[in-house]
C-alpha cells in the first residue's frame, strides 16, 4: 500500500529511493514526532513493516 501511495507522484519506483524515505521516519525527529504522536514506536514499526515488505518485492 504505501508503495501504491509513493507511486502517485513517483515517475518511477525504486525500492532504494523507497527504503530511504521509510529510514526517514525514524532518522528524522519530525517524521518520528508525527508518527509517534499517538502510539510511541509507530515510526520505527512504520519503518520495519515496510522494510519487510520492500525486501520481499
Not at 517524521?31 to 514499526?45: L, N, Q, S, V
Request: a positive charge.
Amino acid at each position: 500500500m504505501h508503495k501504491d501511495w509513493l507511486g502517485m507522484t513517483w515517475k518511477s519506483y525504486s525500492k532504494e529511493k523507497h527504503l530511504g524515505i521509510v529510514n526517514m521516519y525514524v532518522m528524522d525527529e519530525r517524521f518520528t514526532a508525527y508518527y509517534d504522536k499517538e502510539i510511541r514506536g509507530c515510526a520505527e514499526f512504520l519503518r520495519k513493516s515496510a522494510v519487510y515488505w520492500i525486501e520481499k518485492l
